[in-house]
């Protein structure tokens, strides 16, 4: 707790209170860390390549209403603190709509986002500066922990023998152009499926198709497609009887529980007795891998998410110092842990940290 | 267990979580200054404005940058911008990108239409059929069924009701890429914005992204392949007299009354697929507008400001009545 305290203390700020144990209480998770998680204490301890001073400007996830990665990020910038203690940070977690646009109107120098970027906000800084932005993964998103970038997960109806799909199998159903194989899927005989199986139409739900999880699966299955299978049913968050909030995840997967010809992406946080995720491989006939924390970390798992951290970076000018040593310390032994103890995200797999690190060279 | 705490901690500490969290919203105006970004192609006629301005106002600098709506937007909400001159709706993102910073919606005031045909002027969207297509006229609701994949569905030229060999000869869709400026437009006045589309029979066209120099290609395209298609119906620009294609007239209701894009069905808002160019800026609620936004906003919707538009070319005037619609909603 005191720790953290020191962390925001160190942080330009417009008042003087300080409630950062509660911000950590919200983001810690209540049960001790995977064993996949464990080799980050034997990753590389940040060395400092110079001494660096400046302000960094700090955009990204974050709202008025969720802590999101404030203790996380306090973490960082208090650690960070003891080997830069000239570095000072301005912190304008506002949200991930905002964060890329702050980078290309010269308002921020590091964007950390709460998910991918989206194909809009790329686009509109390839406009205004010519060049694509530069984005670093930093962490690997949760298997389940609502709010912290999750993996998406393939449900079907329990009586569904299907034992498992690729990509391509995925982007013929859900998508309209098949961009990754020769024609669209419609039918489960067509993958295989046998009996009374052969004819029954696929019912694919998902989230509301022009919205942030959707983008996630449309650029990663769909290639990019904006096309999406028109049969599919698009859930946004509902409202139960009580008042409380249906949570769009849980109605897809209650959408698939109650349709013996459907399939849903949604998260295994929503998963019930009468729906089934199933593994998912990178290509038609496997390997099929399980939304593991291991499997996630080494990004084996077809749909595994991460967390970017995005910089303005001109083509052949270097990293801003006190930037580029930032980032550094994120990719470290103790930025690396930090994600562990701080927050509900996973560590970067040792494969994607080195190439970060090649791109901050 | 943990979510429950949360949201309870959350609910007590929530201010004092939200002002710790995050530096208070920069500064939305400076004073004295009017910093105007926007639309590339509008960059000539805010010249034009900021002269004007200028003339009539010495003490105030005026800045024009126009380099995309979508960077203009982005100024906005990172306080680099006090007024964004823009081609378009502002999407749902760009709001909430804003409102999550400053607890408020951005304030969008139109301020001119876009023109009949002009490429890069926002030009209103025609309806186009290749010229030996005895299909005169068609609905909003016609559209959605042609273009949509959900509820009544029309798939052929009989549908629309023509007769004989063309009963049952398809449809073929020639638009805009459905993501872009022109596609969302015309999904969100047709289609109620929805993402499901007839997209087996619809060929999108796609604008690259380009700078401040860039002309509209898609449009061209569009046009082409309906003047080689006898089947196609075509979301593009009112055509050419060279060209073997034609505009359908447009009703909002089956029953009509059908127009086609003039400047006078554009200006009156009779044609029902013209598009409207905004003026959006920061203004807190139950707050005026920043003096600079007024004075700048203020000269466009005057008679000097519309007039600006004629030396421009390619844009329409609002008419009296919006003019003081939009006027009002300054104050």
């Known amino acids: 707790m005191k720790k953290t305290l020191r962390a925001l203390l160190a942080i330009t700020l417009a008042t003087s209170a300080v409630p950062t144990a509660q911000g950590a209480a919200a983001a810690k998770p209540p049960v001790a860390p995977d064993p996949a998680v464990r080799f980050v204490d034997d990753l590389p301890a940040y060395q400092p390549t110079q001494k660096v001073s400046g302000t960094i400007r700090l955009w990204g996830h974050g709202s008025s209403k969720h802590d999101f990665m404030g203790g996380l990020i306090g973490a960082w910038i208090e650690a960070f603190g003891r080997y830069q203690p000239d570095v000072k940070f301005e912190y304008r977690m506002y949200g991930t709509a905002s964060a890329i646009g702050a980078l290309y109107t010269g308002a921020g120098d590091l964007a950390i986002l709460g998910e991918e970027i989206s ?60 961009r990754r194989g020769r024609r669209n899927i419609r039918t489960w005989g067509e993958l295989g499926l046998k009996g009374d199986w052969t004819g029954q139409p696929i019912r694919p739900y998902g989230w509301k198709v022009d919205e942030d999880f959707a983008l996630f699966f449309r650029e990663r299955v769909l290639g990019g497609s904006h096309r999406w299978n028109p049969a599919i049913r698009e859930y946004v968050h509902g409202a139960r009887p009580d008042g409380s909030q ?36 990178w290509t038609d006939g496997g390997p099929y891998y399980e939304p593991t924390p291991a499997n996630l970390i080494s990004q084996r798992y077809p749909l595994t998410r991460i967390i970017p951290a995005y910089i303005d970076k001109a083509p052949g000018r270097p990293v801003d110092p006190a930037v580029r040593e930032f980032l550094r310390f994120v990719l470290s032994r103790e930025g690396q842990q930090a994600i562990v103890r701080e927050s509900s995200y996973l560590p970067l797999g040792a494969a994607k940290r080195q190439a970060q690190l090649e791109k901050l060279q | 267990m943990r979510r429950l705490l949360a949201g309870a901690l959350a609910g007590l500490f929530a201010p004092l979580a939200a002002a710790a969290a995050s530096l208070p919203p920069p500064p ?59 081609g378009r709706d502002a999407t749902e993102v760009e709001v909430k990108a804003f409102e999550w910073i400053y607890s408020y919606r951005p304030t969008g005031v139109v301020i001119l239409h876009g023109g009949v045909d002009q490429p890069g002027r926002s030009p209103a969207l025609a309806v186009l059929t290749h010229r030996s297509n005895p299909l005169s006229q068609i609905s909003l609701d016609q559209l959605r069924a042609v273009f949509g994949a959900d509820g009544a569905q029309m798939r052929t030229w009989g549908q629309l009701g023509l007769k004989g060999a063309w009963a049952t000869r398809p449809i073929h869709l020639y638009a805009p890429d459905m993501e872009s400026g022109s596609g969302r437009f015309f999904r969100h006045v047709v289609l109620a914005d929805t993402n499901k589309l007839n997209w087996n029979a619809l060929r999108e066209f796609a604008e690259p992204v380009g700078g401040p120099g860039h002309v509209d290609q898609a449009a061209r ?48 808002r009779a044609y029902p697929l013209a598009r409207d160019v905004n003026a959006y800026f920061n ?11 007024k004075a700048f906003l203020d000269y466009v919707l005057s008679p000097a ?18 003019q003081s619609h939009s006027r009002n909603a300054l104050d």
Do not use: C
């Not at chain 1, 299907?162 to 309209?176: N, P, V, Y």
């Not at chain 1, 995840?249 to 199933?278: K, M």
């Not at chain 2, 939305?28 to 900021?50: C, E, F, K, N």
């Open chain 1, 119 to 178: 194909p809009d906000n790329a686009r509109a800084f390839q406009r205004a500066r010519g060049y694509p932005p530069t984005g670093l993964s930093i962490a690997t998103g949760s298997v389940d922990a609502d709010f912290f970038d999750y993996a998406h997960m393939i449900f079907v109806n329990k009586d569904n023998p299907i034992q498992g799909l690729s990509l391509t199998q995925l982007d013929a159903i859900f998508g309209a152009e098949h």
């Open chain 1, 246 to 281: 249906y949570d769009r995840g849980q109605r897809i997967v209650d959408g698939v529980a109650a349709d013996r010809d459907g399939i849903g992406v949604s998260n295994v946080r929503y998963a019930t007795p009468q729906t089934r995720a199933i593994p998912l491989a």
């Open chain 2, 28 to 86: 939305a105006h400076q004073t004295g200054v009017v910093r105007i970004w926007g639309t590339a192609q509008m960059a000539p006629l805010a010249q034009r404005w900021a002269t004007g301005l200028r003339a009539q106002r010495p003490d105030l600098r005026v800045e024009t940058h126009l380099t995309g709506s979508d960077v203009a937007l982005a100024g906005l909400y990172t306080g680099k911008v006090d007024i964004a001159l823009v």
């Open chain 2, 221 to 268: 395209r569009i046009a082409a392949a309906v003047a080689r298609d006898p089947l196609g119906l075509g979301i593009g620009l009112s055509p050419k007299a060279s060209q073997p294609i034609k505009a359908l007239a447009v009703a909002r209701a089956a029953d009509g009354p059908y127009f086609r894009a003039t400047p006078g069905t554009v200006v009156s």
């Open chain 2, 283 to 293: 203004r807190a609620p139950g707050a005026a507008a920043d003096p600079g936004v």
């Open chain 2, 305 to 322: 400001g519309q007039a600006e538009l004629a030396k421009v070319g390619g844009y329409l005037p609002l008419s009296a009545d919006d």
